[in-house]
T-cell receptor
Framework: NAGVTQTPKFQVLKTGQSMTLQCAQD?????MYWYRQDPGMGLRLIYY???????DKGEVPNGYNVSRLNKREFSLRLESAAPSQTSVYFC????????????FGQGTRLTVV | QKEVEQNSGPLSVPEGAIASLNCTYS??????FFWYRQYSGKSPELIMF??SNGDKEDGRFTAQLNKASQYVSLLIRDSQPSDSATYLC?????????????WGLGTSLAVNP
């Protein structure tokens, strides 16, 4: 059972480049999330998808877009990367609702130079 | 702004001792409380959750909840060097039309052999 799988694990981008972070879960969860984690800032929610076909902004959505492709997959896109987006990104899923226990992917360490 | 506060540490305990980690929260309506462990460079993983006042035990871990005082704690008995990690407290909170998880910044625990 793979759980939540994120790709890539590491990425270096130049300012202005775009990229998509991929996330897939095999737990049949309805809800999926994208977080970023920065030193001293903790986990901050970027976007979430309560169920297939819906997406909503979290605390720090600016500069990001998401797509809930189907129940399994939830992708995060950076259209024009900025150094401020250097962070560790985590995808997570839960059965239903933002206030239930979440299962995390292994993370993507992104550096924007 | 709903808040979850934790002492950042580092909390240092000798092997075999009891480690006590504390978390306070501001939303009196919170109903679900979670403790996650995060090893350096890894993703958060759920250790325990607690919904009711009192203690909940799982192996060497005990979660304690006091809703009147708005705090939740995690006790780790017989601490092992492998318990050295950052412990994140997460609390569900009112977010208008729904509820969401609010994360603390985490407490760093070092268990010394």
């Amino acid at each position: 059972n793979a759980g939540v799988t994120q790709t890539p694990k590491f990425q270096v981008l130049k300012t202005g480049q775009s990229m998509t972070l991929q996330c897939a879960q095999d737990m049949n969860h309805n809800s999926m999330y994208w977080y970023r984690q920065d030193p001293g800032m903790g986990l901050r929610l970027i976007y979430y998808s309560a169920s297939e076909g819906t997406t909503d902004k979290g605390e720090v959505p600016n500069g990001y877009n998401v797509s809930r492709l189907n129940k399994r997959e939830f992708s995060l896109r950076l259209e024009s990367a900025a150094p401020s987006q250097t962070s560790v990104y985590f995808c997570a899923s839960s059965e239903v609702g933002q206030d239930t226990e979440a299962f995390f992917g292994q993370g993507t360490r992104l550096t924007v130079v | 702004q709903k808040e979850v506060e934790q002492n950042s540490g580092p909390l240092s305990v000798p092997e075999g001792a009891i480690a006590s980690l504390n978390c306070t929260y501001s939303d009196r309506g919170s109903q679900s409380f979670f403790w996650y462990r995060q090893y350096s460079g890894k993703s958060p993983e759920l250790i325990m959750f607690i919904y009711s006042n009192g203690d909940k035990e799982d192996g060497r871990f005990t979660a304690q909840l006091n809703k009147a005082s708005q705090y939740v704690s995690l006790l780790i008995r017989d601490s092992q060097p492998s318990d050295s990690a950052t412990y994140l407290c997460a609390v569900n909170a009112d977010a208008g039309n729904n509820r969401k998880l609010i994360w603390g910044l985490g407490t760093s625990l070092a268990v010394n052999p």
